[in-house]
């Protein structure tokens, strides 16, 4: 069975600070790894996606995430939080030999975002 | 392009009465999921369909809940009936099934509050 774990439900940065969430993944076969987004009210975005091409992954609104296999790790960071980054954000995984796309998700880690 | 369509976006009702909650997958998308969210239980999935069939509805919390999807883009849940722990907000979101590594894309989910 495939898991991941998020380390820290809430995290908070200063505006311009580096941010990070961690997450880790269980898995056993090759994995396919996820982040998503939510904001108040709305439902969940995907921010990026690791597929086994590149280990470091672009995604939307200047996040990028390193697939690390030798620490079954796959953190998102942002080099300068801002404001508008406070939100919950869900780290999930699919295998990539199982159930096609269902996606089992972590607990989720609050972004707070101060001045 | 539009994208998964949640009907009705907030609902409020009495115990025991019946709720049906409505979900539009992206046009093209042969994966349909229903997930619920809580402040206790976080995001949890209820059931999932491949191409309109009920794959796992091992997440549905009880008989009172039933889901349906009598065509590729249109899918119900229903709860009947109704219990004040039932209120959460439930989500729906579709994906392709092709292999593995397909992100799911959610609607902006059902607000349900049971009275």
């Known amino acids: 069975a495939q898991s991941v774990t998020q380390l820290g439900s809430h995290v908070s940065v200063s505006e311009g600070a580096l941010v990070l969430l961690r997450c880790n993944y269980s898995?056993?076969?090759?994995?396919?790894l996820f982040w998503y987004v939510q904001y108040p009210n709305q439902g969940l975005q995907l921010l990026l996606k690791?597929?086994?091409?590149?280990?470091l992954v672009k995604g939307i609104n200047g996040f990028e995430a390193e697939f690390k296999k030798s620490e079954t790790s796959f953190h998102l960071t942002k080099p300068s939080a801002h404001m508008s980054d406070a939100a919950e954000y869900f780290c999930a995984v699919s295998d990539a030999a199982g159930t096609a796309s269902k996606l089992t998700f972590g607990t989720g880690t609050r972004l707070q975002v101060t001045l | 392009d539009a994208g998964v369509i949640q009907s009705p976006r907030h609902e409020v009702t009495e115990m025991g009465q019946e709720v049906t909650l409505r979900c539009k997958p992206i046009?093209?998308?042969?994966?349909l999921f229903w997930y619920r969210q809580t402040m206790m239980r976080g995001l949890e999935l209820l059931i999932y369909?491949?191409?309109?069939?009920?794959?796992?509805d091992s997440g549905m919390p009880e008989d009172r809940f039933s889901a349906k999807m009598p065509n590729a883009s249109f899918s119900t849940l229903k709860i009947q009936p109704s219990e004040p722990r039932d209120s959460a907000v439930y989500f729906c979101a579709s994906s392709l099934v092709q292999g593995g590594g397909q992100p799911q894309h959610f609607g902006d989910g059902t607000r349900l509050s049971i009275l």
């Open positions: 369909f491949n191409n309109n069939v009920p794959i796992d």
């Open positions: 690791y597929t086994s091409a590149a280990t």
């Open positions: 046009s093209g998308h042969n994966s």
């Open positions: 898995s056993s076969v090759p994995p396919y």
